[in-house]
């Protein structure tokens, strides 16, 4: 029978000898392929909720009629898969990886201080191999889970009575995942440990072992494990509750105590096995009777699993010692065939043999340390039931003698997403801390991973999503934050959500994109004139930038007719570096003019949002002094940071951020991708976006891809920006393109202000104005007139041949150009005809 899952299939018990030989190979073979991502293994476990949350699933059903061969009882087995549908849903995976490891990407090669080229990341401890316990059917696979976050081979061996369930979940998981990375990390074997050999086998090439069992069966692996093996024991461990006088007389604290005495038949590290008195006398026997008369109520609304033989002896054994022990005055008796209390006046912590048997015992607060801290190797979780000022002086006497865990009655063997496990993070153990130190030669380089390989996520398997239909992507704001607003360029303005863990992210990757375009966060004087308020997300979101990159930063922020006031300020504080709209920052350069030429000292101008041309870099360069003219990133408020520029990118080239983002190139009629070279619709795939998911999204630009590689010697997927979709408009019916009226501009006059097209109807006839600068253009407009229809024949074509259109130049003050009302962005087309063919 095939019993055993390996690397995707599912093998006999022959097979799976056969290549327990091969263990030390298929681990070198995994771990010099690319990283797992985490954000794999959440996509993945994201569509096996969705399975367990169906009950009509193939899936669900299958790993039901598991846990029905495995014995469990049927209240148990929703417990269980409920409990995997929390523990697999992505919301909870996010914040265990972040919370333990940093990042939802931690396995990337990435600074931690971007004024040093040092590089730090986790990566996998190798093979980790899992002893899985028999008491927790789900324990096996979520081991193996942080085995997956973690990015490490995972061989796991199941417990004898193990109906395949944990194989059959971790398949599941693997056929999730359209990369195979899965199902290459995962080996599931099915045996008893009494097979020895094989687990002698299987632990020989590991690099860690996580074990579940007692301090024999902790000790038999101990014993197999070759020198410098990690041994990570999940055991064996006790838990209590602690009660004080105004909580032991309270009915409900009692029922909730009761509630985590029933819970899983007190299968869990976290139930409590000893209820504690804060009393040094002989009430002990009092509170005994009253809560065996609440747990005889409680038991009757659950499902009880019957002990085995061997379980039921130890119970009977138990019991009748304690019995006996009746006639010394040290301890009382209640029971019935479904639950045992124990009352004992002695202090002393003690197991108990489980299936709702507790004992109830004296523990003043003076003698915890003096009792507990002896057995601190093996405290867990205490309920603690007491008043608010009790509750915190107690806490920390209970944790200054061992215990790990402290909640209240009725919530022992509850958790919260991230939790630490026994006092440690599960993902942390199962990684490694690795750091490398280099030189000057990578002080542009803030992930050394990007000069290795071109990681590529793959997208859903979604439709695209228009800017039009935006709102679509926001059916689900539970997990939003922080919101922005659109400039509005391309269509009404909108807000954009995010969670901080997603704006903490985007602005990471920021900060690592002005990293590659040239920025110097220690020694560059930087101002932030990028325009804040009204919710606009350009001024904040470049603040916290250059937060993370430590740098020297003056938050001015965009002020419009106040060019002279900034321009004095920069030259005040020695600023060397401006970050801000170009539109803008060439209102500041041309209106202080003098200013800023007497000062120059202005070294590195980073812009967003819109783009230079050329004629304008030039004019800043030779006018100004600035050395540097680069795009601080390509994003946009809805979509987030998308690409960054490196020194060698040509004006509009990016590199994509690959670590948060996927790039589809789609055909501008169909949703199919372009051929090589061919311009397209870029749709953008944020996988870490939690504020609102921001799948298969058309941003509106096109692109194409450049296959060729990049000068810098990264490896990151880079593409070239042909402008928006909106640039492309009709009229008179032929389509034209405003880049080509910005590129006729500046061949013909060397042009380098603004340029903006007003789309109007008189009468029957279409009106197309150029409207130009009037400080930068020449005065002649029929001479303007004649260049650009020489120099782009379709307007020749449409304008003079054809007379479909009336075609005029307006040169016009630059503040009376239409802009965006948040960011300031010029409205490169203004189309105000009643019926818009563009």
């Not at 509850?414 to 002080?443: C, I, K, M, N, T």
């Not at 993370?548 to 003056?554: F, H, K």
């Not at 389509?735 to 109007?760: H, K, M, T």
Request: hydrophobic residues 40%; proline residues 5%; aromatic residues 8%.
């Amino acid at each position: 029978m095939n019993q055993h899952y390996w690397q995707g299939e599912w093998v006999d018990d022959a097979e799976a000898d056969r290549r327990l030989s091969t263990l030390e190979e298929a681990t070198q073979a995994v771990l010099g392929q690319e990283p797992l991502s985490p954000l794999i293994v959440m996509a993945a476990a994201e569509r096996v909720v969705k399975h367990l949350a169906d009950a009509e699933s193939p899936v669900r059903q299958r790993l039901a009629q598991r846990l029905v061969d495995w014995n469990v009882p049927a209240e148990e087995i929703e417990q269980t898969l409920g409990g995997l549908c929390g523990a697999l849903a992505r919301p909870t995976i996010e914040k265990k990886v972040v919370r333990e490891l940093g990042s939802v990407d931690p396995n990337r090669l990435a600074r931690f201080d971007f004024r040093k080229q040092v590089f730090e990341a986790w990566v996998p401890v190798g093979l980790l191999a899992h002893i899985a316990p028999g008491n927790a059917p789900a324990a096996g696979a979520l081991s193996c889970l942080e085995g997956l976050l973690s990015g490490n081979l995972n061989v796991v061996k199941t417990s004898g009575d193990d109906s395949r369930f944990t194989a059959e979940l971790l398949s599941a998981l693997a056929e999730a995942d359209p990369t195979g990375q899965i199902a290459e990390r995962v080996i599931v074997l099915h045996y008893s440990s009494s097979r020895r050999e094989w687990l002698e086998r299987m632990c020989a090439p590991a690099d860690a072992v996580a074990a579940w069992g007692g301090e024999e069966a902790l000790a038999g692996v101990a014993s197999v494990l070759r020198p410098g093996c990690r041994l990570v024991d999940w055991g064996p461990k006790l838990s209590f509750a602690y009660l004080t006088s105004d909580s032991w007389s309270n009915t409900e604290t009692l029922r909730a105590v009761a509630a985590d005495v029933c819970a899983m038949d007190q299968q869990a590290c976290s139930s409590p096995q000893v209820i504690y008195l804060d009393t040094d006398d002989a009430e002990v026997f009092a509170f005994a009777e009253r809560f065996a008369a609440v747990l005889d109520d409680v038991v009757a609304t659950v499902e009880c699993r019957e002990p085995s033989a061997p379980e039921w002896a130890e119970i009977t054994n138990t019991v009748l010692v304690t019995e006996l022990e009746q006639h010394l005055g040290l301890t009382k008796v209640h029971k019935t065939d479904s639950w045992r209390v124990l009352a004992d006046t002695r202090s002393a912590l003690r197991a108990s043999p489980l299936y709702r048997t507790v004992w109830v015992k004296s523990l003043a607060r003076k003698e915890i340390s003096a009792v507990l801290r002896p057995m601190r190797r093996y405290l867990q979780t205490v309920g603690l039931g007491a008043n608010r000022q009790d509750t915190a002086a107690l806490t920390r006497s209970l944790i200054a003698a061992g215990v790990q865990r402290v909640t209240v009655p009725g919530a022992m063997l509850g958790s919260y997403d991230g939790e630490p496990h026994d006092g440690v993070y599960a993902l942390q153990r199962y990684s490694r801390r690795v750091d490398v130190q280099l030189d000057e030669r990578f002080d542009r380089d803030a992930c050394l991973d990007d000069l290795v390989s071109a990681r590529k996520l793959p997208p859903p398997t979604v439709p695209v999503t228009t800017k039009a239909r935006f709102d679509e992507l926001q059916d689900d704001l539970s997990r939003a934050e922080v919101f922005f607003r659109s400039g509005g360029t391309t269509g009404a303005p909108k807000l954009s959500a995010f969670s901080w863990a997603d704006y903490d992210e985007h602005m990471r990757h920021g900060a690592e994109g002005m990293i590659a375009a040239g920025f110097d966060p220690r020694t560059d004087r930087t101002m932030n004139l990028f325009f804040g308020g009204q919710l606009y997300g350009g001024f904040p979101s470049f603040f916290s930038v250059l937060e993370r990159l430590e740098a020297v930063q003056y938050p001015m922020a965009g002020q419009q007719n106040e060019h002279e006031m900034v321009a004095q300020s920069i030259v005040d504080n020695k600023v060397d570096t401006v970050l801000g709209m170009p539109s803008y920052l060439l209102r500041l350069f041309d209106e202080a003019g003098d200013t800023l030429r007497a000062y120059r000292g202005i070294r590195k101008v980073f812009y967003g949002g819109e783009h230079f041309s050329e004629q304008q870099k030039r004019w800043l360069t030779q006018e100004f002094g600035v050395e540097l003219i680069r795009s601080a990133a390509y994003g946009s408020v809805d979509g987030g940071p998308l690409g960054y520029q490196c020194l060698e990118s040509p004006s509009r080239v990016h590199h994509l951020f690959a670590g948060i983002q996927t790039l589809e190139i789609l055909d501008q009629e169909e949703d199919r991708p372009v051929g090589p070279g061919e311009t397209g619709r870029l749709v953008f795939t944020a996988h870490t976006r939690r504020g609102q998911r921001l799948d298969r999204y058309e941003i509106g630009d096109l692109g194409r891809w450049l296959d060729e590689e990049c000068p810098c010697g990264r490896r990151t997927p880079r593409f070239e920006l042909l402008g928006r979709v909106g640039d492309v408009f009709r009229s008179g019916g032929h389509f034209l393109n405003y880049r080509r009226f910005v590129s006729a501009a500046g061949e013909a006059f060397d042009y380098a202000g603004d340029l903006q097209i007003v789309l109007d109807e008189i009468g029957d006839q279409e009106r197309l104005t150029i409207r130009l600068d009037r400080d930068r253009a020449p005065s002649d407009t029929e001479e303007v007139w004649a260049e650009f229809v020489q120099r782009y024949p379709d307007l020749e074509t449409t304008a003079v041949r054809d007379q479909l259109v009336s075609l005029h130049i307006e040169l016009a003050p630059a503040e009376e150009f239409k802009r965006t009302t948040n960011s300031g962005k010029l409205v490169a087309v203004v189309d105000n005809r009643e019926r818009n063919g563009a």
